[in-house]
């Protein structure tokens, strides 16, 4: 509760003294009718008289709540820490301290611009009667790809719908696995990963093997053109990738063999290593990438001897859900072409 008591001052034919009290049940109500009271108490044809507001218009320093990956939703609070509540809060979403253009919500999507930049927001806050005040957030990490969007992390997603970005990237860390490899390399966890399966088939009397892992745009470029040539544009994209569109440049990826022949043919599946792949590959964070019967979803043909590496906890929850497909498994529409 406060009184505010306006004092009328001396007019023509006399002394007119008037006091008035005003109980308030609160002051941000009091903050919007301070101007309306002095013209009411004013006498006709005077000017208002000035009611002096007391109280303080203060807000706490903004915090940002939210996952800071591309494509994810922030969301900004300050709280009012003042006698006055405000009655308008303006937000002003900041890219490394300079506004972004037309983001004045109290929510912020995070774009692909926001990538390796740190964001962070100015709010604020306005009562009539009182002069603004203004805070501005702590800054937030660096904004990174979203998991299923970064090339980097054993989780991103790869098809003809969702190309690798930028087109033409090379990982880093890339190792020869210390199996039978012919030559090629995968990314260490994966590279590792690999190693760990095929000595627990080799207690099950099983060989597994690397036939290709990792391919550089520039090579893919070469496999997609003669995949062409030799069976025409249509039969080659149902089994080979645009350049910038495959699993195999991620270096999460390898098609794998095993003693029993059928080397990248469709029987390998009936093979000891194609039947052990598909029974115990995600005890070691391996998935068969393009499954019998998924081709509208994955927009690839048949292929039981490409696996890829998502890592023991994905692997394993896609098994026990029965999900096939990384589409499936992340919510993301079928790719069946581009």
């Known amino acids: 509760m406060r009184t505010i008591q306006p004092t009328i001052r001396a007019v023509a034919g006399g002394l007119l003294a008037v006091a008035v009290a005003f ?9 919007g009718t301070a101007e309306a009271r002095g013209r009411a108490l004013a006498p006709s044809g005077a000017a208002p008289i000035a009611i002096e507001e007391t109280g303080t218009l203060a807000i706490a320093r903004p915090t940002i709540s939210g996952t800071t990956r591309v494509g994810r939703l922030l969301r900004a609070t300050a709280v009012s820490t003042g006698t006055v509540a405000p009655r308008v809060k303006m937000y002003t979403w900041l890219r490394d301290g300079a506004p972004i253009r037309k983001a004045h919500a109290s929510t912020y999507r995070l774009t692909s611009k926001d990538r390796k930049h740190r964001i962070s927001v100015r709010v604020a806050a306005f009562a009539t009667g009182f002069p603004t005040v203004k805070r501005t957030s702590a800054s937030t990490e660096r904004i990174r790809f979203r998991v299923i969007d970064d090339p980097t992390n054993s989780q991103v997603v790869v098809n003809k719908q969702r190309s690798l970005k930028p087109k033409a990237y090379a990982p880093s860390g890339l190792i020869l696995p210390s199996i039978s490899n012919n030559g090629q390399r995968l990314r260490s966890v994966a590279a590792h990963a690999l190693e760990r399966m095929a000595a ?23 496999v997609f053109n003669q995949q ?27 098609d794998l063999g095993g003693a029993g022949g059928c080397p990248i043919t469709s029987c390998f599946a009936g ?12 005890r070691y964070g391996f998935i068969m990438r393009y499954p019998d019967g998924y081709t509208k979803i994955t927009g690839y043909a048949y292929e039981p001897w490409h696996y890829r590496y998502v890592g023991k906890k994905v692997a394993t929850d896609m098994k026990r859900k029965g999900i096939k497909t990384l589409e499936q498994y992340r919510h993301l529409p079928a790719a069946p072409t581009y």
């Open 200 to 222: 627990g088939a080799r207690e099950d009397g099983v060989t597994i093997t690397l036939l290709s892992g990792y391919r550089s745009y520039q090579t893919q470029v070469a």
């Open 23 to 31: 109980s308030l049940a609160s002051p941000a109500s009091a903050a």
């Open 271 to 282: 093979t000891q290593a194609g039947k052990w792949l598909k029974k115990y590959a995600y």
């Open 228 to 254: 062409v040539a030799t069976y025409g544009r249509a039969v080659a994209e149902k089994q080979s990738a645009r350049p910038g569109y495959s699993e195999h440049q991620t270096g999460f990826s390898g």
